[in-house]
């Protein structure tokens, strides 16, 4: 390649023809990228927080299930806020209306004593818009 | 065989009386034809809402679970027993869960709504509403004549 970078020299088709031929062929079998693999950049599958720990929601279970009650109107909040599966929803509605109507959890509010416990979701930032 | 969970809610009164009133809800228990297999004590507190039965108004009371198999049709009468009962502030009969295992579906739900099956459902459905449309049996992809 000196030849070409000392000046503009004109060299026969032939020359050229053959370096390009030789850097192709030369090629390291190692090299070559394997088209059978996985795609790697494949997402990990989601799972929601209850799937994830293993947690079947129980109507005693009134501290858990009053992390999915909000404290203003005591109403359940949706999938779009609370993140769970929609078999995992159903059962967190169900069990929460079976502990109001046995007299252990509140229905107009969230009981003062579970104010304070950590939140499982941004009720901000829910992941679909709210439809109202 | 079904198991039944009963969430009974006591009146507060002395332990003699509670005692009573334990024995008295599992002696019925008895009689309808049912076993006991677990009694637990979920302490005294203040309900989150008054409730008023029997005449009076009650703002706390004691929370008691009986874990019983019983025959179905018994249910009802045992509620009915239950109910009579003044020292009973509110009862609940509900079936004990049975954990089962269910694969999470969120990670699905979460893809862009033409990816989402019940979406696909939906639209195959609407498919299906189309106005039909003449076949002309040609064995050619287009009209041969002018239309």
Redesign the interface.
Known sequence: MNILNRSLVRLPITILQSWTSRCTYVTNITDVPNFDMENPFEKERKQCILCKHNIIPDYKNVKLLSQFQSPYTGRIYGRHITGLCEHKQTEVETEIVKAQSAGLMATYMKEPVFIKSPKLFDVENPLRPHRF | MITYEL?V?LRIMPKSELVSTLKRTAETLFDKGGIIRKLEN?GTRD???K?SVHGMVYNR?S?F?FEFNAPPLAIRDLLDEYGRDIDI??R?I?KK?V?EH?E????E??QPAPYRKNVQELVEQARKLDKPKFNYNTGLDYYPFQK
């Open positions: 969430m809610l979920l309900m989150p809402y409730t009371a929370y679970l502030i509110r609940r509900y869960i954990p269910q999470c579906t969120l990670h739900e979460l």
